[in-house]
Every structure is written in C-alpha cells, then in structure tokens.
C-alpha cells in the first residue's frame, strides 16, 4: 500500500442524522392513496392509458409503477407504459427502454406494452412563443397518468422544480420538447415550465398524477395521487416538503470534496448541485455552500449507462472515469438542456492520488495536513461521509453529526487509487 500520511490529513468516518420516512409497504402505501383518488375527468370501461415513467434512478419505482399499473386495470382500463425522459438514454426509444429495463420495468414484469418512440406532435405555442411538444403515442391513449419524483431542481429555484410538471413539460416533450424549453428558459427563465404544464393539462386528457417525495436516505416518504386538476397546486406544496427532508452536506468551506461516483442515476446533472453548492450553465452560474474550492470525481456509476453529463462541474477526475464515457449519450443529454458546460472533460489522471495531488496543491492552503477534506459517495447517500482532520471541531459541534471510526491514513492501493468508499473503514 502506498501510504499518504505525509501527504494528506488523516481521516475519519461521520454518521449525520437525516430525516427518516415512516413508510414499510410500498405497496400499500400506492394502493392506499389511489383508493382515496377520485379522478375528476370521466372514464369509460376499456379505455387506455399511457402511463408516463421517467429515468431517475427512484427507490422502488418498480413496485410504485407496477401497483398503479394495477389499479388502472383494476378500475377496467387498459394502460400501457411509455418512457418521459426527454433527451435520455441517448435520445433513442432503444436507449430510454433500457434504461427503464435496469429499474425493474418491462413488459414481462409490469404485465403491460411499452412503446417506447421519439415521435412527437406540436400541441400549440405559450403566449411567450415556446413551441409545446408531446409524445404522440402518449397523445394516442384516452388517458395520460405521470409518475415522478418531486425535488429541488439542480439549475433553477422556482415554485415548480423537478416533478410532474417537469415530466410533462420535457419528459413527455422527449428531445424536441427538452430542446425547447430549455432553450427557451435562457430568455424566459425555467418558469416556463409551470406554464407549459398549465397548456398540457388543459389541451390533454391526464387523468392524475403519483407523486413521490424522499426523505434524506432516498426512500419515498410520502406517495400520493393527485388529480388533473390540482397537480400543480399540490406540487408546489410538496417541493417545500421536498426541501425540507433532502440530505445536504452540513459543514462548510470545504478545500476538496471526493466523490466516487456520478451518474444519471444519482442527478440530473451526475452530481446535485443542491449537495455540491455548484452550478455552471448559461442559465446562471453559482457557489454557494457548503462552498467547495476543487471536486474530484472519481468515478462514473455503472448505472448511470455511460451518460457522464455533470463531469464538468468537477476540477479533477480520472482517466478510468473518462474512458468509461459514452461521448454520444453525454453530448446528446447536454446539448439537449442548453448546457456543453456539464459535458466538459476536466483535468484527469492515471490515478486517485495524483488527482487528489492535484487537488489539494491548488486549493491555496500552505499546509496539506490543513486541508479540509470530505469524501462521499454519491450526491444522494450522505448518511456516511469522511472528513479529514482540520474539519474536527466543525464536526463536534454539529449535534446531527457523531464520529464512527478512529482517524486513519489516508490508503492508496498499489496503483495509486482509494479502495471503493466503504463507512465502516478510512
């Protein structure tokens, strides 16, 4: 092992408390807030319905999807499930229905078709001259049902952020409608998007939506079926609840963050902003706390299908992270929302330890053994992260924060790489 204590700090493992769901059956949970819906719009017996499924990587998206296949069925409709992920999976239907495959969700598991296609039709134009696109199969059903998570957005603060209205704004809009309103969005702000859901919802016949919000671990906290006509009321109300339970970084000025993997599974934009207090977009640029001087990415998440946008938010990374890149998913997802920023490729090296090297010999501090230091995962499991030594007595005045493991070196393994975070060891 090649040992780093005369180069870096030692570190330790820290535990935060977040805020813990009180949900135990998903199923249930599903069942019971569909029983209590009471749709406004009318139905008639075999009627279909697109159920519209997007491509974050959302804790039991499978059993939620599946328990409202269900209902729908129950109740004598015929649903079918069609993929609302704007430009994803490379913008092709064979991209965005694998990705829903990795979530659990295909034909031979939900029981029902996916029709997965790019095809869209232009539904009319806002009083501010954005073109509205949807999908034309979703189009084709007598009912369109949407199923999303509600989040902090990573580029924009806004009354409506990441959810319903997004999905089906962008999601069902696929590239034509992502390109749209994000291009738009430069001159009239991500406030589009809410009125762009206000024209979907009067022009098309959705008969709900299933929201789903997360507490700090990213397990749903709180599932509910929302009828047509309060989708964007009700999303309002849950993005603040949204805000409330996300798990954030809790220390600040910090010289390196460490994070070991990104990915579309994990954000937006691989890594969200709302954790890293970065952004950069011809939207607006910021940092903001926990105010971090240089990001070293380690790797790309398997998951996450070679879709590397948000890499360049990072200073650093490394050639592994680089060479598992796939430049037409990233280029695609990028240049779709207005952003080459994201898809830039940063300074990257051999190893862990001549990026980390690189890191803090530029951060501006006179001592390495000064640097404050995090490592974490990924930017949504942050139960467990590592903190370097200067940042002890931030640590013991934080009363959600407690120390799990004695201070240690900081290890690189022959090659001059971090074995995989792991909380339990340093």
Known sequence: MIQSDQKFPGMAVVKQTLFQSQIIDIRNAVETTLKKLNPKRPFRQGETVAVAVGSRGINHIETVVQETIQFLIQIGLKPFIVPAMGSHGGGTPEGQEKILRKFGISKSEMSVPIISNMEVANIGKLSEGTDIYFSKTALSADHVVVINRIKPHTKFHSDIESGLCKMLAVGLGKNSGAVEIHRDAVQHSFGIIESAAVYILEKCNVLFGLAIVEDGYGQPAQIEAISHESIISREKQLLQKAYEHMARIPLNHIDVLI?????????????????????????????????????????????????????????????????????????????????????????HFESDLLAVEACVGTCGIKSNQQARIIRIKNTANLEYFQVSMALKDDVNRNGELSFVTPWGKMHFDGSGNLPDFNPMQT
């Open 259 to 347: 994070i070991d993997q990104i990915g579309k599974n994990i954000s937006g934009i691989g890594m969200d902003s709302n954790v890293t207090g970065r952004h950069r977009d011809i939207t607006g640029d910021f940092n903001v706390s926990p105010f971090i001087k240089r990001i070293f990415v380690r790797d790309l998440s398997p998951d996450s299908d070679g879709n590397g946008n948000g890499i360049g938010l990072a200073d650093v990374t490394t050639k592994r992270l680089v060479e598992a890149l796939d430049l037409k998913k990233t280029y695609t997802n990028a240049i779709a929302a207005i952003s080459p920023e994201k898809a830039a490729i940063p300074l």
